[in-house]
């Protein structure tokens, strides 16, 4: 009956349409291992579209699973038959597999993978406990058809094989079994990596310790990132990718790895050394001159010694090409002479029945002339400078320039003193016969006239950047006409320190804004200098500008120093107290230094400084004020004291706007770098 259905079946499945059933896993004829994977899907079933799958193991009952399923099956040793099956409508199918159920084996190849690209030498990293269902001994691996090379249950080796596809066999051993895992590989040419090796060269006989000197751009294809090198299998020493490393090895040949190491690569470069027994040692020092100095003679030979052949040295000596040698003791400085020309310097040491040398070639030159010298120094002056040139070298010529041109023998000779009236840069050489030209000398003078300005001594105190301070007041001033209305904000631009301050002004009918800040506090002061940098805005409307100061002595009169750029009389004004502190009468008074704040270029900086001082009892000197460096003469001295009833000692600065007009307007100015000097 069983026979029967099958050959039913059979029939049944020749007269339909195909099923597309796809087997994954396990393939036909596979040798697994139980448990095993069962891999399958299918979209139609006998021309249908399918609604289920399933399997079985020979004639068990089917396992149902959907269109695409992995399961895991199990089934006893030996062979079997697996059917995968499908359902559709009204109909089934199925498809059969031979299987062989063999002892599990547990092969682990960590690498490479199957279908790898890889370049040779690869390395085969793999283990395994359970072979072919008894305890793993050993494992193994070989390339195509070559002879296995037998390896521990857990190994990482290094295979190599040519360019090409190749099977990788990863094999283990157990008692009386075996078993084996294939893998495909594909070997590709190396990436390029241009490992260059300065030094040893391949082959080279060395003593220890010796220098490894290599550089490398590019390593397996892709930019290198570091270098490295090992003596045999050592570890390697990590270094960057241009390095010179010292490195030991003992008697007898080595390899040298250097190595190279980018983005997920890696390259090395095979180096084949010997290193030799050193000789007896000798350690000769020569501190001067060096190997390959270029000297003028006569010149310094000095050198030391303390081992010579392997012995205390007892003597030193040196001599010039095949010239006698000159005995000297274990550490010594001696002068020495020879011709122009390329010369051996021999510098020797002695011990008892040895004697070593070291060899340095030395270039002797002309000696050049002395380097000129110029007097007084390079520098900054702020009047004009007599400038004398001379050199140590007797009997020679000094040639200068003073237009920055290197000078020769063509320029100017050296006469006599050279004036300087204005900011110069002098070159000079000398020349003299037997000799090479100097090096050549440069001197920079500077000459700068005295800034124009205040006269401040050293020890005044200043109060700086006054403009940044927090508590700024900010009001209208009662004694002019009309309204005004202010603000204060700081700004960094524009900006001469980073924070300036900046005043915006709304007025109407001639309306002044008075700012004031408290800075300090001394009655002891009798000497002051204003000092601001101010902006005007564009467009501005301004009638004076009033840049105050105010000092409270010690008997309680406040001193006013009152002064302003006044646009209603286009001049220089200043405060007078026209009656006595008690009963004060205070009066602008005209200078006839003129001055209009509307005058002043807009959009730009403008540089005020009014030095003033006062005597004991409040009269105050207006001395100067300069305007961008320009300096107008005040010098009126007037009472300005008044008793205001002030806290003691308070030093006080205003900044008052002051519009123009009876229609009213705006205007906005900055103050940077407001410096109040006081002495």
């Not at 895991?72 to 109909?91: D, E, R």
């Not at 793999?126 to 494992?139: D, F, H, L, Q, Y």
Request: proline share 7%.
């Amino acid at each position: 009956m069983k026979v029967f259905f099958s050959l039913v079946l059979a029939f049944a499945a020749a007269a339909v349409p195909a099923s597309a059933i796809t087997v994954v896993a396990p393939a036909n004829g596979a040798q697994v291992s139980s448990p095993f994977n069962v891999v399958a899907n299918t979209a139609t079933c006998g021309g249908v579209s399918a609604v289920s799958m399933g399997y079985s193991i020979d004639d068990q009952v089917a396992t149902i699973e959907p269109t695409s399923f992995s399961a895991v099956a199990t089934a006893s040793l030996g062979s079997h038959i697996l059917h995968v099956k499908c359902w559709g409508q009204n109909t089934s199918a199925e498809t059969l597999l031979n299987i062989t159920v063999v002892p599990p084996t547990n092969i682990a190849v960590q690498t490479p993978a199957n279908g790898a690209q890889v370049t040779s030498p690869f390395n085969v990293a793999a283990n395994v406990t359970m072979c072919g269902g008894v305890p793993a001994v050993s494992m193994g691996y070989s390339i195509d058809s070559q002879v296995a090379t037998i390896e521990p249950t857990s190994f990482n080796a290094t295979a190599t094989a040519s360019v090409g596809n190749h099977t990788l066999h990863v094999k283990c051993w157990g008692q009386n079994t075996g078993a084996e895992t294939l893998l495909n590989i594909t070997v590709q040419p190396p990436p390029v990596s241009n490992i260059a090796v300065q030094t040893p060269a391949n082959g080279a006989q060395v003593t220890s310790p010796f220098n490894v000197a290599a550089n490398v751009t590019t390593c397996g294809g892709v930019p290198a990132v570091s270098m490295g090198y090992s003596i045999d299998s050592q570890a390697a020493m990590i270094e960057p990718t241009s390095f010179n490393a010292t490195a030991t090895a003992s008697v007898g040949p080595h390899t040298l790895h250097v190595k190279c190491w980018g983005q997920n690569t890696g390259a090395e470069t095979l180096v084949s050394i010997t290193v030799v027994q050193p000789p007896p040692v000798s350690n000769i020092a020569v501190q001067t001159p060096a190997n390959g100095a270029q000297v003028t003679s006569p010149f310094n030979v000095a050198a030391n010694v303390t081992t010579c052949g392997g012995v205390p040295a007892v003597s030193m000596g040196y001599s010039i090409d095949s010239q006698a040698v000159t005995i000297e003791p274990t550490s010594f400085s001696a002068l020495a002479t020879a011709s122009v020309g390329l010369h051996t310097l021999h510098v020797k040491c002695w011990g008892q029945n040895t004697g070593a040398e070291t060899l340095l070639n030395i270039t002797v030159i002309q000696p050049p002339a002395a380097t000129p010298l110029a007097f007084p120094a390079a520098g900054t002056y702020q009047a004009a400078q007599t400038v004398t040139l001379s050199t140590a070298t007797p009997g020679a010529t000094i040639y200068y320039t003073t237009d920055g041109s290197a000078p020769s023998a063509a320029a100017l000779p050296y006469a006599g003193p050279i004036a300087v009236s204005k900011s110069a840069t002098i070159q000079a050489i000398a020349a003299a016969p037997g000799y090479l030209n100097s090096g050549m000398a440069r001197a920079d003078y500077v000459i700068t006239p005295p800034p124009a300005g205040p006269s401040i001594p050293s020890n005044a105190i200043s109060s700086k950047q006054l403009q940044v301070k927090p508590n700024w007041t900010i009001v209208h001033d009662a004694g002019t006409p009309g309204t005004s209305n202010g603000s204060m904000l700081l700004v960094g631009d524009p900006s001469l320190s980073g924070e300036a301050a900046q005043f915006t002004t709304t007025f109407s009918y001639w309306g002044g804004e008075r700012y004031s800040e408290g800075y300090d506090n001394d009655t002891n002061a009798m000497n002051f200098v204003y000092d601001a940098q101010v902006w005007v805005q564009e467009g501005s409307v301004i009638g004076n500008l009033e840049l105050d100061n105010n000092q409270v002595l010690a008997n309680g009169d406040t001193v006013i120093y009152g002064f302003q750029c006044a646009g209603d009389t286009n001049s220089w004004d200043y405060t007078q107290n026209a009656g006595t502190p008690q009963s004060p009468n205070i009066q602008w008074v005209q200078s006839n230094q003129p001055c209009d704040p509307e005058q002043w270029t807009p959009n730009a900086w403008h540089h005020v400084q009014i030095s003033y001082s006062r005597d004991s009892v409040g009269n105050v000197t207006y001395k100067s004020v300069w305007l961008d460096g320009v300096e107008a003469p005040i010098n009126a001295t007037v009472l300005s004291a008044f008793t205001l009833g002030w806290d003691t000692g308070i030093l006080l600065t205003n900044f008052q706007v002051d519009g123009k007009g009876a229609g009213g307007g705006s205007s906005t100015l900055y103050v940077d770098n407001m410096t109040i000097y006081r002495w």
